[in-house]
């Protein structure tokens, strides 16, 4: 459905939530603003360039957006690219990129692809992330430790070969700013979450720098004084042979785009219990790439920390978003001229917080338990993505996972919900179908088909959606399940957290011997427990009895036919 959610949730906007709307806008638009910042320096670029895509392509992504509660603006994963693309064609170069992305988005969302980005695998999405995050943590070294490097080599081991010799040269003032920042953003949320630590650590460490004239670099030594308003919209020069030498990389801005985006909406739809417009998203997405360039700013898409944050503040439309950007304006135009105070190891300090958020290093340490095939998925893109390019990273973790799995199995994964309300002729046939079998009430049986892949796991995630009241059992069954993956044991955990947060216990059923060894590689069969894990839908059906208090029964002798939905 091509229609942005603004206008779907105005129409029964109230009061209440406009209040909700603009106290949460207002707290990200805020958290927002040391991030914009960073991140337009650590791009390569001046730093009011982060801010103006924070305020533009924010405000459009949000007006446009297929999500509820959506935020845009310039994120970590594009730290990376954009710095190799300033670096190789210059600004012009970035904006040309950024504008081609922009179409390439937009085109993919009237294509209806924002389904087909649902199936890259899991160990891919892994593995590019973990590679940015120590990308960027290893660019921050310099200003957190206030070295006085003249030119740092932009390959990641010279980087860090550089470090080492000029380590002579630390400013421990700028260390001492840099931790103090540190430290403050990750105790302060112990005191209270209300106020952002990020915020607290730039107000404290920019105020002690200033009062006590410390001798380091801020972000006025070394770019100026940040301009008070928004620039007039510039269009640049752009010929046939820029279009062919920057195809390439404009591709990776808008997959990274897509899949950031996409990403953070599914996140989204799992906190506030909605479900987004991908096609309208990426449209969004791809509007906002094309207009925000023209006005100097960098590749943005949706961003998972402050849509979170906006969630978790009470925003429930992109009124929120909308305010967000306004905050961020308001705070441009009237308070701007100070930013140029911040030490540049305060914004170190902040961007190597948000490597750690970004590293997944919790699921990359996961992975080593699940199968080879993802491993080496995860360990390919990972060291391309450091070694070598982000573009060819993900080009080839992608046709390496598809070439693993086609390997692996070629079969069509289906996945159905069991109901009492339908009918299924041809489970009558199946002596062990759920329709010979009494299913208790507040127990609902779903089934998956086939092997459990990452391709399968957007049908699973769609198909538990449609539970609308949590039962008190959810059993899942797995007899026609040969094989599993990481991104299916990740699906499984997911829904697992899920379903406890309702009050709802997770059952397995005729789980395959390969299935429970990965289960348990990974971790995930000590998580639910070995008692909720059965050989077959009669146990399991009479473990749920048990967790309701009810009698066991075992197999019927007579039963009324229950039915099931297809949902493929």
Known sequence: MLKPKLFTTIKDYSSKQFIMDLSAGTIVGIVALPLAIAFGIASGVTPEKGLITAIIAGFIISFLGGSRVQIGGPTGAFIVIVYGIVHQYGVNGLIIATLMAG?????????????????????????????IALLIFSTQIKDFFGLQIDQIPSEFFDKWVGYFFGFSTINFYAFGIASLTLATILLFPKITHKIPGSIVALIVTTAIAYFFNLPVETIGSKFGELPSALPQPVFPQIDFAAI?????????????AAI??????????????GKHRSNMELIAQGVANIITPLFGGIPATGAIARTATNIKNGGRTPIAGIVHSLVLLLITLFFGHLARLIPLATLAAILVTVAYNMSEWRSFIAIFKSPKSDLIVLLTTFGLTVVFDLTIAIQVGMILAVILFMRSMALVTNVGIITRELKDDDELFDANAIASKKVPKNVEVFEINGPFFF????????????????????????????????????????????????????????????????LDQSGFLKIIGEQNVLGNIDDSLDRAREILGLPKIGRPVDFKPTVKRDLT
Request: proline letters at 5%.
């Open 244 to 256: 062919r030498e920057l195809i390439q990389p404009a591709t990776t801005i808008a997959i990274l």
């Open 103 to 131: 179409v390439i988005l937009v085109i993919m969302g009237f294509a209806r692809f924002g389904s087909i980005i649902k199936f890259i695998p899991y160990p891919v999405i892994v593995g590019f992330t973990s590679g």
């Open 455 to 518: 391709g399968a796991v957007s049908k699973f995630r769609d198909a538990i959606r449609i539970i609308e009241t949590p039962p008190k059992v959810l059993i899942i069954r797995m007899r026609n399940v040969p094989a599993i993956d990481g991104t299916g044991i990740h699906a499984l955990e997911e829904v697992y957290h899920n379903v406890v947060k309702k009050g709802t216990q997770l059952i397995l059923s005729g789980v395959h011997i390969q299935v429970l060894m990965v």
């Open 260 to 273: 950031e985006s996409l990403l953070s909406a599914v996140v989204a739809d799992g906190m506030i219990g």
